[in-house]
């Protein structure tokens, strides 16, 4: 997903289109990643229990 966003920046970028900052950059992809993991249907005793606290820790 993060790969996807990115690669998606840079050709609009590189064909001219209009861009959008870093910052809205990382927003969307923290956007997009925490409605991903929350979609999981993520349950005690599951495995990716943690992934979304780790996903919080990491962005902050």
Request: hydrophobic share 35%.
């Amino acid at each position: 997903m993060c790969v996807y966003h990115i690669w998606k920046e840079r050709n609009a970028r590189r064909h001219g289109k209009s861009w959008i900052s870093v910052e809205k950059l990382a927003y969307q992809i923290d956007k997009v990643m925490r409605n991903r993991i929350t979609s999981l249907g993520y349950r005690f005793g599951n495995k990716l229990e943690g992934f979304l606290r780790r996903w919080f820790e990491i962005t902050g």
